[in-house]
């Protein structure tokens, strides 16, 4: 491998962990809805919508409510993004030949090394980051108790039973840690607890990076102001990160909702846990329909749009570039 390939991989690893926390800061509270409305069953609907879910938390949890579990989000994003977006440039790079033009089929097959080797690190960092953004939704959920009332029509013989809810002192939020999540997994299942729900996983960011990074590089390439100047103005870059961001995010919601609902260690009351994949999706199309396959999809697309409009302004930047002395070198735009 020569020099400059050398000293590119960490410049790039150092763009992708750089742009990972600066869109993860922006978009966190979106995600937590998301979150909070995939895990929401049939019957029992504490929130209508984003906007509903995100107010009502403001509201019981205070503003930070909106922020939990967004340390365990800050410290493997770096990570995880800095591998997402290394590998495919690694894989993209290999498979051209001398710098030549990739087809599609390779672009694809690039995202997909990419979408794998990511589940490395996404995967607990999901786990934890479920466990700490749900925990204010199972709260709310105790605090609605239902109360039966027999009302009596005077003068008749008839009775009426009607249903209505009372409110409950609020409970509080037990404020678990991500470290205390952690060692109870590793002490109660060992390291593949902490991979609980990885087939979903992949079944989501696979083919989510098949989408996305041969979507991204021909929009991106749209951009260039002639052949012969490969330099693309960062608007072009952002707006081609959030169009095939959100078109990717999208298309794997129903894989994003299942893994959600996996990876959820502690459920409601009259919620179901699930076995695994299958038993996701059986049980869910038969107490819920189709469509709660797409439960939170606006939120994704929300999330992922600028999450990653963001991720590709910082990457191609070269803040990493800088950082080691290196002329920018991007294969992704190559």
């Known amino acids: 491998m020569s020099q400059q390939q050398q000293i590119s991989l960490p410049a790039k690893l150092i763009n992708g962990g750089i742009a990972g926390i600066v869109g993860v800061t922006c ?24 906007l509903d879910c995100l107010i009502k938390t403001v ?23 800095a591998i997402k977006l290394a590998a495919n440039d690694f894989c993209r790079h290999h498979l051209s030949k001398h ?11 690039a995202g997909c090394c990419a979408g794998m080797c990511q589940a490395i690190v996404t995967t607990p960092m999901e786990m ?19 109360n039966m009332v027999m009302t009596l029509k005077m003068g008749g013989t008839s009775a009426a039973l009607s249903c209505s809810y009372i409110t409950s002192p609020a409970p ?19 390291v593949p607890g902490l991979y609980k729900g990885l087939g979903a996983t992949l079944m989501r960011d696979v083919p989510f990076s098949v989408v ?22 960062f608007y072009w870059s952002f707006l081609s990160g959030c169009v095939a961001g959100s078109l990717g995010a999208v298309a794997v919601t129903p894989c994003d909702v299942v893994k959600t609902r996996l990876q959820s260690l502690k459920t409601g009351a009259n919620e179901e846990t699930y076995t695994g994949v299958m038993d996701c999706i059986r049980n ?13 999809a606006s939120c994704r697309a929300l999330v992922i749009a600028p999450l990653f409009g963001i991720v590709q302004v910082m ?20």
């Open 128 to 146: 934890l980051k479920i466990q700490l953004q749900d925990a204010g939704r199972l709260v709310a959920q105790q605090r609605v108790i239902p």
């Open 172 to 190: 509080q939020i037990t404020r678990v840690s991500a470290i205390q999540i952690t060692r109870e997994l590793l002490m109660t299942t060992g």
């Open 59 to 81: 509201k019981s949890e205070g503003y930070f409510g909106m922020y939990r579990g967004a340390a365990v989000n800050l410290t493997l994003v770096t990570p995880e993004k």
């Open 27 to 50: 978009v966190f509270p979106i995600d937590l809805a998301k979150t909070r409305l995939q895990n929401q069953r049939s019957g029992q609907q504490l929130y209508k919508n984003m």
């Open 212 to 233: 996305y990074f041969p979507l991204f590089a021909h929009l991106h390439q749209l951009g260039r102001h002639s052949s012969g100047d490969p330099n693309v103005p």
């Open 99 to 109: 710098g030549g033009k990739l087809t599609v089929f390779k672009e694809m097959l």
């Open 284 to 296: 869910i199309l038969r107490k819920e329909g189709p469509g709660a396959f797409l439960k939170g």
């Open 315 to 334: 990457y191609f930047v070269g803040v990493g570039e800088f950082i080691v002395g290196f002329t920018p070198y991007n294969i992704c735009s190559a």
